[in-house]
């Protein structure tokens, strides 16, 4: 009797805890539903610090680096909020609140008062300071080196959200960052990026620099090498109304976005049969746009760019149609499913016209589409003769819908493929309404690349014997001692990581190492693949490889890699590539003898006395602030101060490392090459992060 007591005593208990927390429950989920949470990353981009702060009026971003050494302590001044991320080293951060454990790429919100900094472990750590500070002390370092400093700008009262984005792009990847009420600051880790933001300005920013946008932000990768990136973002105003306090409920305001797939469909597919598997992946198929339905003079303007999509963001609650201003030749209407028309049925498409088009309300409950539209033929049965370009694919089973970015067929293009989930909000029936006068605008070409994943293909059957349909690829990576004119397999040894291998299939599709299964050994292996010729390149090679080279394969017309095919005869390809140094520096039977440059300025002394007419003693002739040699590279003249046509010589950087020629003279640095210690980082690059520019083994790391 007692114990069936005590289970009634224990299952009431468990009820009360649930109603009491289910109204909380609730709460919190509408208010992730109706859009009050929000997120100013995309992508595989993340938000890796957040907090809530209060930073009204004219502000500044600022952006510092401290370099801590193991067994040190550093102290950050109070200043405004902000974020203190970890370049390099691991790190303990202590505030007056609460502590914190960094590792390199992690970050924390301070609230802007005193921060104290512990290294952990036996190697220095570096620091980066983000604050959102008054005007008055944007120059205050606190000790540390200054980055970046803003223009002030204006923040709207009220405590604001807080955000530090962060994302790794590889060459040529682009990913967005939504900005809000205040100037985006980016600040470059590693690698080098192109900025563009939605008010057009741009900028290209290399690894220590920083700069700041107004709207929101494409960030691309830009040269050969992945890039790392933060981006700091003031979002929109919190609330920190208690939950089940009476009074008046505020309703959220909805702003959404509209995002598109195109699909060209061949001309006997209809509305009803369109999907991936049946069209093909077409960006230009059609030309359309979005208007505003409850603002007819409102113009939406032309979509954006984003992960390689055409977007439309920020778009204010109300509803908006979908519709074309013209095809491609051979088609003539287009198709989206589960969407209403803004005048009817539109499962038959709409043709291009001013009233048709499909419903897209933007709502609290469903304010972020990404839609599949299929550009069809006209639905009058005729078929267009270019129609025939568009060759039919044999149906499969889809799991989930991809896209394949356009891009060029060639090595250097990375097309992208994303997945894409459509929404299919509920809603009551349009009514006809008075619609907006649209003027057509021109998409962009893709701008953003996504890292890759492999797609489904449809398998060719063989009506005569079972074949295999799919290969596998498999790679494994040596490092070698000696250069490719003493190539010996036998002095070369299998890496097990520091590389990065990729393949590139003859229709653009880009497979990267991160579809590839990895063995303890470091052998590399794309299985299930579509069989046919890839393009096998190495985009990272080992440390101090200057070529890599794969004797049994064929290398490429144009050098960018090595072509490898799988067939059904031959379903599986095994690469081993080598990475070799540079050949040695050729060696002279006799040592010719050093020309002597007293002064260091870059010319030899008896070229300065029986040519050039500069001391020999002193390496700045006119004292102008520029080396002789720096002013004979630049072709100036190193005996008149101020030679180069009214800009002054020492405001000349001749070598492009970043660094004036008047700030090398003061740095040491060799004012006509851009690496003066050729650790493979620019001297500006290094000042600006701290390293020494001077010293080979003292360069940036993270």
Not at 44 to 71: L, Y
Not at 344 to 358: H, L, M, T, V
Not at 532 to 542: A, E, N, R
Request: proline fraction near 9%; charge should be negative; aromatic fraction near 6%.
């Amino acid at each position: 009797m007692n114990r069936r007591m005590y289970q009634r005593a224990v299952v009431a208990l468990v009820l009360l805890a649930l109603l009491v927390g289910l109204p909380v429950l609730s709460l919190s989920i509408r208010a992730m539903q109706s859009g009050e949470i929000f997120s100013p990353a995309s992508g595989h981009a993340q938000v890796i610090a957040q907090g809530v702060a209060e930073r009204s009026g004219n502000s500044v971003w600022r952006t510092v680096f401290h370099s801590v050494a193991p067994g040190e302590k550093a102290e950050l001044l109070p200043s405004g909020p902000g974020f203190i991320l970890v370049d390099t080293g691991g790190v303990l951060v202590e505030d007056e609140s609460r502590s914190a454990l960094l590792a390199p790429a992690e970050a924390v919100f301070t609230a802007g008062g005193v921060a104290r900094l512990a290294v952990i472990g036996d190697r220095p750590a570096g620091v980066f300071a983000i604050n959102a500070v008054s005007p008055d002390d944007a120059a205050d370092a606190g000790g540390g080196i200054p980055v970046y400093a803003s223009a002030p700008f204006e923040v709207p009262p009220g405590e604001r959200d807080f955000n530090l984005v962060r994302d790794l792009l590889e060459p040529g990847e682009s990913t967005t960052v939504i900005g809000d009420a205040a100037p985006v600051l980016v600040v470059v880790t590693l690698g080098a990026v192109r900025v563009e933001a939605s008010d057009g300005s741009s900028a290209n920013l290399r690894v220590g620099e920083a700069a700041t946008f107004s709207g929101d932000v494409v960030i691309t990768a830009d040269g050969q090498a992945p890039s790392t990136f933060v981006a700091a973002v003031i979002g929109r105003e919190t609330s920190r109304t208690a939950i089940g306090t009476p009074g008046a409920t505020p309703q959220p305001v909805a702003v959404g976005s509209v995002q598109l797939t195109l699909y060209a469909c061949p001309p006997l597919v209809t509305p009803g049969d369109a999907s991936p598997g049946r069209c093909l992946r077409d960006p230009e198929a059609a030309a359309l746009q979005l208007d505003s339905l409850d603002d007819p003079a409102r113009d939406v303007g032309p979509s954006s760019e984003r992960q390689g999509l055409p977007t439309w963001v920020g778009l204010p609650g109300g509803e908006y149609a979908l519709r074309a201003s013209s095809f491609k030749d051979g088609f003539g209407r287009f198709f989206v499913k589960g969407m209403e028309g803004v005048n009817g049925d539109g499962n038959d498409g709409f043709p291009a016209a001013e009233d048709g088009g499909y419903l897209i309300p933007i709502t609290s409950a469903a304010a972020d589409y990404a839609l599949e539209v299929y550009v069809l033929a006209p639905s009058d049965g005729a078929t267009p003769a270019a129609a025939a370009l568009v060759t039919p694919i044999p149906t499969v089973p889809a799991v989930v819908a991809t896209e394949e970015a356009t891009a060029s067929a060639g090595p250097t293009e990375i097309p992208s493929v994303i997945q894409i989930e459509t929404a299919v909000p509920g809603g009551p029936t349009a009514t006809p309404r008075p619609q907006a006068t649209a003027t057509p605008t021109p998409r962009p070409n893709p701008i953003a690349r996504a890292t890759v994943v492999a797609t489904e293909r449809p398998l060719v059957n063989s009506t005569a014997v079972a074949r295999p349909s799919q290969g596998t690829v498999g790679v494994r990576v040596f490092g070698c001692q000696d250069s490719i004119d003493l190539f010996d397999p036998a002095n070369c040894a299998q890496s097990v990581d520091g590389f990065d291998v990729r393949l590139i299939f003859e229709d653009g599709e880009t497979i990267a190492l991160t579809d590839a299964t990895i063995a303890s050994d470091g052998s590399v292996s794309w299985k299930s693949l579509p069989l046919g010729t890839y393009l096998f390149q190495q985009p990272v090679m080992l440390p101090g490889a200057v070529t890599y080279f794969a004797p049994e394969f064929t290398l490429a017309d144009n050098g960018a890699g090595y072509n490898v095919t799988i067939d059904a005869d031959e379903p599986v390809a095994a690469i081993d590539v080598y990475n070799l140094p540079p050949p040695p520096a050729p060696l002279s039977p006799t040592v010719a003898p050093v020309a002597l440059d007293s002064d260091l300025d870059g010319i030899s002394d008896a070229d300065e006395t029986g040519i050039h007419g500069t001391d020999p003693a002193n390496a700045d002739s006119d004292f102008d602030g520029v080396l002789d040699g720096a002013e004979l590279a630049a072709g100036t003249d190193p005996l008149v101060a101020d030679s180069g046509g009214g800009e002054p010589a020492a405001d000349v950087d001749s070598d492009g490392d970043g660094l004036l020629d008047g700030d090398e003279a003061a740095f040491g640095t060799d004012p006509g090459s851009a690496d003066s210690d050729g650790d493979g980082w620019f001297d500006g690059d290094e000042v600006n992060i701290g390293t020494d520019p001077l010293d080979g083994s003292s360069f940036p790391v993270g």
